[in-house]
């Protein structure tokens, strides 16, 4: 099996720089005077005695005031605060404590690693003032990408990035995956390595819970589609049903009885790619974030089948993607991303690209990939 780069994480060139929550000491105090932060320079005070334990509809207050300031503050990834939610208006203190806190944990997953980090830590102090703590080993756990609340309140969300046994989690995802790729759970888990499968199943399985947890993620489902929402069921279930398509006819070119010729089981896995890895936010994610990191762990995937086809994985930074490179391995269908001159030129990766070793036959790449670029500044007269 050809040896898997590591993924390129390069610090991002915000136009406006990220700035930090204060210590987790601050935010105790901010979480007593009503989620306000102290000035700069000043010291919240001690705590006088335990934190009471605050009414549920007031922990839910709390939690609306962080998701504001933070969709505040970090504007380089995540867009304004948007006005009640209907189906927040809907809801009793209980299930909007735990809506909030998802969506605040989902939204953590764009920023950069060390800024999520502090706002990670920051919103753990708040529920724990609120008597609600959430598990310091679920805080400070990598794949928990949503620490779990007291009370039934919230679950834990498990999502690992790099499963430690890839062929024991694949065994244990829905037996559907196992299906659409033509296996059964004893098959999968028994696969030779740098069979694609395995990472297929588990990738799938993560990128249904991802759209069921983040109503903010967007897919396209053809190649010359604009990203869509998948916030409203209906939407993800027509996502859930192209994905079980493409993973069939992934699996179908790996099957020996079928024959299909090298070229053609890469094009089937790169169709694959464009929508189990083409999840994507309006306002793209931070390059060194983890919605980056998954990104590339599912272009990853095609090494293999690339390295048969004679073709590469292009992997390049993204602050390094320029116009020109969109012109020679994407697509002319490009996604709209974010205007304004302080907005990187290529913003995302939705489709992998792939280029033609240099010792192969000369011929037309049909591999190209497909990228979020900055929209064109309009001409001056």
Do not use: C
């Not at 700035?19 to 105090?29: N, V």
């Not at 991802?210 to 604009?226: K, N, T």
Request: net charge neutral.
């Amino acid at each position: 099996m050809p040896r898997i780069p590591e993924a390129p994480v390069i610090p991002p060139k915000p136009s406006v720089p990220p700035r930090r929550p204060g210590s987790p000491q601050a935010a105790l105090g901010a979480a007593e005077s009503g989620g306000r932060r102290s000035a700069p320079g000043t010291s919240p005070g001690p705590l006088s005695g335990a934190a009471p334990v605050e009414p549920l509809a007031d922990f839910a207050a709390v939690l609306e005031r962080l998701e504001s300031e933070l969709r505040s503050e970090q504007i380089r990834y995540l867009p304004p605060p948007a006005p009640p939610r209907r189906d927040d208006r809907d809801a009793d203190a209980a299930e909007l404590v735990g809506r909030i806190w998802r969506r605040v944990h989902m939204a953590l997953l764009r920023l950069p690693h060390d800024v999520a980090a502090e706002w990670r830590t920051t919103t753990a102090a708040r529920a724990s003032l609120a008597g609600l703590a959430a598990p310091d080993e679920e805080v400070g756990d990598p794949d928990v990408i949503v620490p779990g609340l007291p009370d039934g309140l919230h679950g834990a969300e498990r999502l690992p990035l790099d499963p430690a046994d890839l062929p024991a989690a694949a065994a244990v995802v829905d037996p559907k995956f196992h299906r659409y790729l033509g296996l059964g759970a004893a098959e999968i888990g028994t696969l030779p390595s740098g069979d694609p499968r395995p990472a297929w199943a588990v990738r799938a399985a993560q990128a249904e819970r991802l759209a069921a947890l983040d109503p903010e993620l967007h897919v396209a489902l053809l190649h010359d589609h604009q990203p869509g929402s998948l916030a409203e069921r209906e939407h993800r279930d027509k996502y859930e049903r192209r994905l079980a398509s493409l993973l069939r006819t992934a699996g179908q070119g790996l099957d020996a009885k079928m024959a299909w010729t090298r070229e053609n089981r890469l094009g089937a896995a790169h169709n694959l790619d464009m929508v189990l890895g083409g999840l994507v936010h309006r306002r793209p994610a931070a390059p060194d974030s983890w919605w980056y990191q998954w990104r590339t762990r599912v272009s990853r995937i095609l090494i293999p089948l690339a390295e048969d086809a004679n073709y590469e994985v292009i992997f390049r930074p993204l602050e390094d993607l320029r116009r020109d490179f969109a012109t020679e391995y994407t697509i002319a269908e490009t996604v709209k991303g974010v205007a304004g001159a302080g907005e990187p030129e290529v913003q995302w990766v939705v489709w992998t690209a792939l280029r033609r070793k240099k010792n192969a036959a000369y011929g037309p790449n049909k591999h190209k990939g497909r990228v979020v670029v900055r929209p064109a500044e309009p001409t001056r007269r």
